[in-house]
């Protein structure tokens, strides 16, 4: 079994002793410094698996001593221990490539998570080369999706506040789920929630729980966004889209690392990273004054910005043939392949929707092509999406009414042409004795579209 050993820098003798005591009930070898010269002079004589340094030292600061190590020893996490409520320090020091940071005076509990979250950046795991570790995430070969990949690998080591900027579609939440595959937290939980659909009045429940009878509704005790993340990663997306009273309160339970349920007199630790992520430019929204600019600065430690697209065109044959085999395989259909023609019309279109509207382009595609092949005439480019029940218009004989009745008040459309799309393919199996090949002639759509609809509307 490998004995870990650790790096303790602090010019104070019972900061050194308290650290070296609990870093040694842990089972962790310990070795101390009282200074900068020292600790360099021991980093250069052996490795260590975790350094903690103090950030005022005689003859420096801990901020330098991070630097150094990122120059000569990159594979040493280093935290950061900083004066009570100095978060303007904290922060220089992860940008500067702190693991972590823990306040003055030290709680234990808090040190222990710190030190094991260090500890498991060190376990041996399998090279992650090319998004192999997780089949579709940040595929591509172009220069800007590798660059990506080789920053998110050196983000998953630390555990600072990322900030992603990218365009609607541009897949945000894959690099988010990247950073936390490739992270001490891997066995943690991801929690993604998208801050523009929670209802303002439930925004707050919703992220911090709730105690029962705390308001009319709440029947049972709710643990809450930041409480079920515990332990892994919360990903905020859309984080422009909150309220600035709630941003009022994210920034405290960032700040403090614990939340107080609603109802509740009681804080909660939590031990989370955030990743927060909008396509929406939030500078402009600072300086408008609808984002706070205490909570930008807090989240935005690092940004990490995800390129449209269309900026990595040489990627989408290898994007193509993943979707196209994903879809294939979850509609238990053979899969297609795109001609050289519809490849060139993909290779040419902007793509304003990203990787998410390529995702929808094929997959509409795959339901009218024809002999397994995509043609540049089954993309539509350009020509938006039909509705599910638009896509059933063809000669349907007297397979259902000419004419639809809309319901009165709010309805739920998707819901409404769903049933409308359920009901008119049951009627064109009855009417052909459940015969799919007959039925789809019926409905003047293709053999494979019908069995995609029988797939996806759950009604094989």
């Known amino acids: 079994m490998t004995t870990h050993t650790a790096l303790i820098v602090d010019d104070e003798p019972d900061i050194r002793d308290l650290l070296e005591i609990t870093l040694t009930r842990m089972g962790i070898k310990a070795q101390t410094a009282s200074d900068l010269t020292s600790a360099r002079k021991l980093l250069d004589e052996q490795s260590f698996h975790l350094c903690l340094t103090d950030m005022n030292l005689p003859d420096g600061n801990g901020i330098e001593l991070v630097q150094w190590i990122q120059q000569h020893a990159p594979a040493t996490p280093v935290a950061v221990i900083t004066a009570y409520g100095n978060m303007d320090t904290a922060i220089q020091s992860l940008k500067a490539g702190a693991f972590d940071f823990v306040s003055k005076p030290v709680e234990l509990p808090r040190l222990r ?37 080789n920053q998110t690998r050196k983000l998953a080591r630390s555990q600072a506040p990322v900030f992603i900027s990218g365009e609607s579609g541009s897949g945000k939440e894959l690099v988010a789920r990247m950073i936390h595959l490739q992270g001490p937290r891997r066995e943690g939980p991801f929690i993604a929630v998208n801050c523009g659909a929670i209802p303002s009045e439930l925004m707050e ?29 919360l990903f905020l997306d859309e984080v422009a889209d ?93 899969p297609a392949s795109l001609t050289k023609a519809a490849l060139q019309h993909l290779q040419s279109y902007d793509f304003p929707g990203n990787v998410r509207e390529l995702e929808n382009i094929l997959e509409r595609a795959f339901t009218l092509c024809d002999d397994d092949a995509i043609d540049a005439d089954d993309l539509h480019l350009g020509n938006g999406t039909p509705s599910s029940a638009s896509s059933l218009n063809g000669d349907t004989g007297s397979v259902g009414d000419s004419s639809i009745s809309v319901p009165e008040g709010e309805i739920d459309l998707e819901g409404y042409l769903e049933t409308i799309e359920r009901q008119t393919i049951e009627k064109a199996l009855e009417a052909t004795r459940w015969n799919k090949t007959a039925a789809a002639k019926r409905l003047g759509i293709s053999f494979r579209a019908l069995r995609y609809r029988l797939k996806k509307l759950g009604m094989e």
């Open 113 to 149: 998570e710190l030190v094991n979250s260090a500890l498991r950046l060190s376990q041996p795991k399998p090279e992650q080369d090319d998004a192999a570790d997780e089949p579709g995430l940040l595929l591509g070969n172009s220069p800007q999706i590798k660059k990506l990949r």
């Open 205 to 233: 429940s919703e992220f911090f729980g709730h105690k029962k009878g705390s308001f009319t509704g709440a029947i049972e005790n709710k643990d809450g966004l930041f409480r079920s993340a515990n332990g892994g990663t």
């Open 242 to 334: 909150l309220p600035l009273a709630m941003q009022v309160k994210l920034l405290r339970a960032i700040q403090e690392k614990a939340v107080r349920p609603v109802g509740d007199t009681k804080e909660v630790a939590v031990d989370i990273r955030v990743l927060s992520a909008t396509h929406k430019n939030l500078p402009d929204l600072v300086q408008e004054g609808s984002f706070r600019q205490d909570l930008y600065y807090r989240i935005n430690v690092i940004e990490l910005a995800v390129p449209p697209l269309r900026d990595r065109s040489d990627d989408i044959t290898l994007l193509a043939d993943h979707i196209l085999e994903r879809i294939a395989g979850e509609y238990e259909c053979n």
